[in-house]
């Protein structure tokens, strides 16, 4: 909870410094391409949260990877190497994205299905969900082969469930009473 809090400010941080130097858009993209370098390589998660590699190797490694940032950016580096807190890199990115959405009015919507979504379904989850919603919607799609068949739809805090394994689950518990 405190990573996440200490994240928050981070990222708060980041886009204000960001605003004021009409940026946001290029470190939403730096954001985002270092979540996406920490997702796919379990080495870079590892050395980031290592207490034994030292910060300014670490430092001096993500100007390196990273080469094409925004001074924004690698401001955030060196901010994190002056408060030895490397291993927040990631949840900073995830934070920073979340607040550039709620900026610009976009809102993710989380679609988990047994089977990836083709482009034609994923086109009539938007339109449906348009039709209660007036900001810009993303879809993540999430992949469960245990929901069976169906979808689960997730925007902020609500939950539309029509999986097959659902169905089950409520018929099962019909049958119990």
Known sequence: MAGTRAAIRYAKAILDIAKEN?????????????????????????????????????????????ASAQKETKGLFQLLLANKRFEL????????NTLYD???????????????????????????????????ITIQNIV???????????????QYNASVANSLQNLKREFSN
């Open 144 to 158: 469960d082969p245990t929901i069976i068949g169906g979808f689960i739809l997730r925007m902020g805090d609500q």
């Open 89 to 96: 890199l990631n949840d900073v990115a995830l934070q920073y």
């Open 102 to 136: 709620e900026l610009n009015g976009i809102e993710v919507a989380k679609v988990t299905t047994a089977v990836p979504m083709t482009s034609e379904l994923e086109a009539k989850v938007l339109a449906k969900i348009a039709s209660f919603s007036n900001k810009k």
């Open 22 to 66: 009409n940026s946001v858009d290029a470190v939403n993209a730096d954001m985002a391409s270092i979540v996406n370098a920490i997702k796919e390589s379990a080495e870079l998660k590892d050395f980031l949260q290592s207490p034994i590699i030292k910060g300014e190797i670490k430092h001096s490694s993500l100007n390196e990877i990273f």
